[in-house]
């Protein structure tokens, strides 16, 4: 028998398009705050959700795409940070020190301005070496202001901005990439709502179908005009077509959760779609280039990444160059307490310096190496959005000629399931004849609304891809909102 077949189809085909991942329902019976109104509106105890509601709610609350800004916020802090290379820098301290040295206790003396005659052991009574080889312990206070500035780092600071820049720009675009496929999740998520009360639309006909069914044999058996084996098949074709309606059910429970979790929404009631699957004449548009796909923003944030790839080419190249360093110091010491003034001084430096060793080489193969990766990595990607694109245009116009030849196939099997019906009744078909024409039915139908889902997601595709601009995306629509009624007696 087919029945099972088809039930497991349709309900496999529902699973497929459920987001991956474990769900947990919950199961408070009171709601634990109100952020199932960002969602849509309540109906009794079902809370009825829109499309737009969905989409906003993911791309506002959604908690991976807050954490794709963070991502692009430390990408722009450290984009700030690369100007170390040109503007000065600051460094302010505190030093304590304390020495039995004979050097560093005259120097703490020198540096304080209170070097006597005494500390070169020279007194009254003569020279005494002792006051000079055994000062004793001395305490130095140092209060230090320094400002460091740059002259020449051989362009690492120039090159190290660039690159800092250009992974600045690739984390704004995959953070725009980010929301477009939040956007995009959103509504497959939403779909998949739509597509589980089509399914259950279509199981609940052919449950009532499939009961008239177990009342025609009784009564034909009561009637001696049909064997008890035709009672029991349809017992069996119902309680089966009941087992997948429980399934479906429990899928319309799972897509709910799917879009309170994308949404971040916390809601105790199940969820309903506020729109039904459109079956007017799908309209697409006319021509798709699949060059429009270049533009997308996870392709320019990989140009980007190979921008400041090649950058650090030149940082590398920068550390084996020399290196000049302003340096302006002021000091105050003080033998008895921290920032004390007791004497001063100022230093001026210039500072040149060069160095180079085996792991420069390393670096700058290196850098020349992850630059070359990058830009292969681009022109990859770039093809292969191409090929994305031009999937996706394949794959809606496959969508919408499915659901013109659905639509006939629906018909055709509503009215042979009406003759086949009409034949048992009157003797001249089995019940084997009627509940495989009746699982046809089913199975036309549930390729319908199928169809109508995959279209859905296959014109939203279009624009994720790049198939067609965003702007002409927006456009797409049905010429006549129509759900398509289902098949039954």
């Keep these: 028998m087919k029945t099972r077949f088809i039930g497991a189809a349709l309900v496999a085909g529902l699973l497929a398009l459920l987001p991956a991942g474990p769900v947990q329902a919950e199961t408070a019976t009171a709601e634990p705050d109100s952020t199932w109104t960002r969602l849509g509106t309540l109906r009794g105890d079902t809370l009825v959700v829109s499309r737009d509601k969905v989409i906003a709610a993911a791309l506002t609350y959604n908690e991976m795409l807050a954490a794709s800004g963070a991502m692009r916020d430390a990408a722009g802090a450290q984009a700030l940070g690369a100007w170390q290379g040109f503007l000065p820098q600051v460094r302010l301290g505190e030093f304590f020190m304390r020495s039995d040295d004979a050097l560093s206790a005259f120097g703490f003396k020198l540096q304080n301005r209170g070097v006597t005659p005494l500390d070169f052991g020279i007194t009254p009574d003569g020279f005494q070496s002792d006051l000079i080889n055994r000062p004793g312990e001395t305490n130095n206070f140092i209060t230090r202001v320094q400002l460091l500035q740059p002259i020449f780092n051989g362009g690492m600071g120039l090159y190290g901005k660039q690159a800092a820049n250009a992974a600045n720009r690739a984390a704004e675009f995959q953070h725009a990439r980010a929301g477009e496929t939040i956007r995009f999740h959103a509504i497959q998520a939403y779909e998949g709502l739509v597509l589980a009360t089509a399914y259950e639309g279509v199981m609940e006909a052919a449950v009532a179908s499939a009961r008239g069914h177990v009342r025609q044999a009784q009564s034909m058996v009561d009637n001696e005009m049909a064997t008890a084996a035709d009672l029991l098949q349809a017992k069996v074709y119902l309680s089966a077509l009941e087992q997948q309606l429980i399934e479906v059910r429990n899928m319309m429970a799972v897509a709910g959760e799917n879009i309170k979790l994308l949404t971040a929404t916390h809601s105790a009631w199940p969820l309903a779609a506020g729109s039904s699957l459109e079956a007017g004449d799908p309209a697409l548009p006319g021509t798709v280039d699949p060059g429009h796909a270049v533009h997308r923003t996870d392709l320019q944030a990989s140009r980007e990444q190979a921008k400041a790839a090649d950058k650090m080419v030149g940082v590398a190249r ?21 920032f004390g003034t007791n004497s001063n001084s100022w230093t001026l430096g210039v500072y040149a310096t060069l160095g180079f060793g085996i792991n420069n080489v390393g670096d700058i193969k290196k850098a020349k190496a992850e630059s070359r990766a990058a830009r292969h990595m681009v022109d990859f990607e770039s093809r292969q959005a191409q090929v994305q694109a031009t999937e996706a245009w394949l794959k809606a116009q496959a969508a919408r000629e499915k659901v013109l030849v659905a639509r006939e196939a629906v ?79």
């Design 318 to 338: 920068g550390a084996v160059l020399p290196h000049v360093n302003l340096s302006v110091q002021k000091d105050w010491y003080d033998l008895d307490k921290a």
């Design 411 to 489: 018909g055709a099997a509503r009215e042979g399931l009406r003759i086949v019906s009409n034949q048992y009744r009157e003797g001249l078909a089995s019940m084997v004849n009627l509940l495989d024409t009746q699982a046809a039915a089913t199975m036309a139908e549930g390729n319908l609304v199928q169809a109508l889902h995959d279209l859905d997601v296959g014109l939203a595709n279009l624009e994720y891809t790049g198939a067609v601009p965003a702007a002409d995306a927006d456009e797409i629509s049905y010429t006549t909102p129509d759900r398509p009624q289902t098949a039954g007696n």
